[in-house]
């Protein structure tokens, strides 16, 4: 167990590293996959939201204020060099509440848009305007040649990634449901303390777990779901592995920690952000 920061908030994987939200000192840390080592300090402007392309850290920044909103630039982070490269205005996409990397793709979902941002020429390129039939956005996740986002009354929106047309409207009894990933077809999510995954072109559930009041995913490569997860019963935050395909659970335990704000998976290790700075790093056994 490592303590890096005195709170930490969202995290990523990328080249290798984690790159985590060190909330009370505003900066994106770097650190080292394997020695757990910070690398790099970066400074931001108040909290912000994370994802890892191809080619650089995207780290969206709320710029001052309160609430969920993310007032931007949203922030090119170069990882060999550690250097900010660009920031890009949101502009007329206004607040955001997340990025998006995918596929050398990157959009920023807020309250009701979702933004593409074209990261060579430092701007937002086109602007999906969701309206507010079904109240805000509640997460966004993106595949080859898709967009899914859940709203705040239970409807996962499909849009066309290229052209950003409409192309789907599933209605589901979820409760502000977060889209996570998304893998042929089959979108994972998590929904109040739940995770389960949605068969999209079939419009049905697949598997759904309860697994406290509070739980966030990330779907690894090898098609395992870690998770971590707050309940009330519980002496600690626990970090599950799930199936992808199936839902079923491959390891589950409770930890040495409250508050988990992430979890990542990368260098061959699972990684927990808690709240009180705290960074868990697990090695998981092959299953």
Same mark, same amino acid.
């Given at each position: 167990m490592?303590?890096?920061?005195?709170?930490?908030?969202?995290?990523?994987?990328?080249?290798?590293?984690?790159?985590?939200?060190d909330?009370?000192?505003?900066?994106?840390? /770097?650190v080292?996959?394997?020695?757990?080592r910070?690398?790099?300090?970066?400074?931001?402007?108040? /909290?912000?939201?994370?994802?890892?392309?191809?080619?650089?850290? =995207?780290?969206?920044?709320?710029? #001052?204020g309160?609430?969920?909103?993310?007032?931007?630039?949203?922030?090119?982070?170069?990882? @060999? +060099?550690?250097?900010?490269?660009?920031?890009?205005?949101?502009?007329?996409a &206004?607040?955001?509440?997340?990025?998006e990397?995918?596929? &050398?793709?990157?959009w920023? =979902? #807020?309250?009701?848009?979702?933004?593409?941002?074209?990261?060579?020429? @430092?701007?937002?390129? %086109?602007?999906?305007?969701?309206?507010?039939?079904?109240?805000?956005?509640?997460?966004?996740?993106?595949?080859?040649?898709?967009?899914?986002?859940? +709203?705040?009354?239970g409807?996962?929106? /499909?849009?066309?990634?290229?052209?950003?047309?409409?192309?789907?409207?599933?209605?589901?009894?979820?409760?502000k449901?977060?889209?996570?990933?998304?893998?042929? #077809?089959?979108?994972?999510?998590?929904? %109040?303390?739940?995770?389960?995954?949605?068969?999209?072109?079939?419009?049905?559930?697949? =598997?759904?777990?309860?697994?406290?009041?509070?739980?966030?995913?990330t779907?690894?490569?090898?098609?395992?779901? =870690?998770?971590?997860s707050s309940?009330?019963?519980?002496?600690?935050?626990?970090?599950?592995?799930?199936?992808?395909?199936? #839902?079923?659970?491959?390891? %589950?335990?409770v930890v040495?920690?409250?508050?988990?704000?992430?979890?990542?998976?990368?260098?061959?290790?699972?990684?927990v952000?808690?709240?009180?700075?705290?960074?868990?790093?697990?090695?998981?056994?092959?299953?």
């Amino acid at each position: 167990m490592l303590q890096p920061a005195d709170g930490l908030g969202a995290m990523v994987a990328g080249f290798g590293d984690l790159w985590v939200d060190d909330r009370a000192r505003q900066r994106v840390l /770097r650190v080292d996959g394997r020695s757990g080592r910070v690398r790099a300090a970066i400074p931001v402007e108040g /909290r912000v939201a994370l994802d890892a392309s191809a080619s650089a850290i =995207w780290a969206l920044q709320s710029g #001052g204020g309160y609430g969920q909103g993310l007032r931007g630039p949203l922030l090119r982070i170069d990882p @060999r +060099t550690d250097r900010i490269r660009a920031r890009i205005p949101l502009g007329r996409a &206004g607040l955001g509440f997340g990025v998006e990397a995918v596929g &050398g793709k990157v959009w920023v =979902w #807020g309250p009701h848009a979702i933004a593409r941002i074209d990261g060579r020429a @430092r701007r937002v390129v %086109s602007r999906i305007a969701v309206g507010y039939d079904h109240g805000e956005l509640t997460g966004l996740a993106a595949g080859p040649g898709q967009l899914v986002a859940g +709203t705040a009354d239970g409807h996962l929106l /499909r849009f066309d990634g290229r052209t950003g047309r409409k192309i789907g409207d599933l209605s589901t009894a979820l409760r502000k449901p977060s889209p996570t990933a998304l893998r042929r #077809g089959r979108l994972l999510y998590t929904a %109040s303390g739940r995770v389960g995954a949605v068969d999209l072109p079939a419009g049905r559930l697949l =598997w759904e777990r309860r697994l406290g009041f509070r739980a966030g995913a990330t779907l690894a490569g090898d098609g395992v779901v =870690w998770t971590h997860s707050s309940a009330l019963h519980e002496g600690g935050d626990r970090v599950s592995a799930l199936r992808f395909a199936t #839902g079923r659970v491959v390891t %589950s335990g409770v930890v040495a920690a409250f508050g988990s704000t992430g979890i990542a998976v990368g260098a061959g290790h699972v990684a927990v952000a808690t709240a009180g700075g705290r960074l868990l790093v697990l090695t998981p056994f092959a299953a």
